[in-house]
């Protein structure tokens, strides 16, 4: 630097007789010289509070912050009350006092995706130095470790609610780079692929292959699609079976991770639905011959004691009952299960049983209990009739999941509807309409000739 744009030299010294933080530049308000000799802009934000950026090599750097920051603070734009907080504070903040209040589970799925996914990536971060670059990159970075849509964007509103938290209990007054990612940017739930169903006679041959009181709550929830933990929560003070024609199944609780029986989250999943005579008559014959208590405020699916059945008892017995299901030739229901050799055949063992594979479940992609709800509503006539069944807040979020099937489900009936218009224009020129000759492209040469 030349002249007059040099820092002072001896350096000054306060009354104290220490060396002084800054010195003002002359001439240039506002610019300050270091004792270092970098540059320094000190201003008054919107709030009136003195605030400091830097440090600048040059001046020309130093003039062009000050007239930014001069004119955010002209235009009212508040900035961060606290600029060094960082990401991983603010987090640990919100899980201690805010999601601590909310459900065991929810909590579990808060606190994954801060201790598994954003504090590795921003947890020494300052807030003010994230933007919304780093949230698209977080949203490449999740995609491409293989975790599906609505995962990543669980991930992603357990990062909007930290930034919301710092804004109103952290003095943080930056922006929330989650709300500011773009359309495209954003993951892409509806694209998530349908999850596995019961196909064709699986689950007829899984539930031959159960025991009770298996088969009776997975006949159940092929039903009226409830969720295992609200079938787990049932009294048979819930139940109706007083006139067969006319019986109506209550939801309002569910059994949680603990084994206790707690209220259902919103007030859309609790509600009352209708059941068919013949799964009451299941049910009056299920209370009959179990061995749990029965009374009004027993549990439905109990243990001796008059506890909940377990949900991992729930899903080893449906593991175990898909393993032992056969076809009506004696082959397994779900050969994926079992090994096969080179040429693709089911290996058995000496003593006659199919061999076990050695996978995972998840890998095979198996129907699990949850895919009982999925099949009973893909049984509905449309998204509205699914939502009332599934208890969805709005049937956005049912069309979001089952929009492929609903979609192929409208064109079956279009195109029924347009072979009925075709059969009617038809019968109007005096021609029979024929199995044979229904769906048939018409002879156009054979028309014209014949309009000749």
Known sequence: MSGALRPPR??????????KRRVAVSGDRGVYWRPDGLLEVGYRDADGRLRWRGPFETITAARAERGDARAKARSGERESANPRLKFGEAADRWLVEQVVELRPATR???GNAVGNHLAPRWGGRRMDAIDVTDAARLVRELGAQGLSEWTIAGILKAAGRVFKFARRHCRWRGENPIELLEKGERPKVGTTRERRIFEGDELAQTLAASSEPWTTLFR???VVGGRESELLGLWWEDLDLRDLDAATIRFAFQVDRDGERV?????????RLPL???TALMLLEHKAHTSAPSTLRSFVFGTRKGGPLGQRNVLRALYRAQECARTPDGLPTFPELFE????G???VSEDGNFVPRKVGRRELRLPNFHALRHGAAMDCDDAEEARDLLRHRNSNVTRAIYRAHFDDRRRELLRARMETRMETS???NGQESTPESRGEVANLQRIREAGR
Do not use: F, M, N, Q
């Not at 001896?10 to 060396?19: F, K, S, V």
């Not at 209220?263 to 509600?271: D, F, G, H, Q, R």
């Not at 096969?340 to 040429?343: E, I, N, R, S, Y």
């Open 340 to 343: 096969v050799d080179g040429l």
């Open 263 to 271: 209220p259902l989250k919103t007030e859309e999943s609790k509600a």
């Open 426 to 428: 038809t019968r109007g």
């Open 276 to 278: 068919p005579r013949s």
């Open 108 to 110: 579990a799925i808060y």
């Open 220 to 222: 159940l929830a092929g």
């Open 10 to 19: 001896p350096w000054p010294l306060d009354a104290a007789g220490r060396p």
């Open 345 to 347: 055949h089911l290996v």
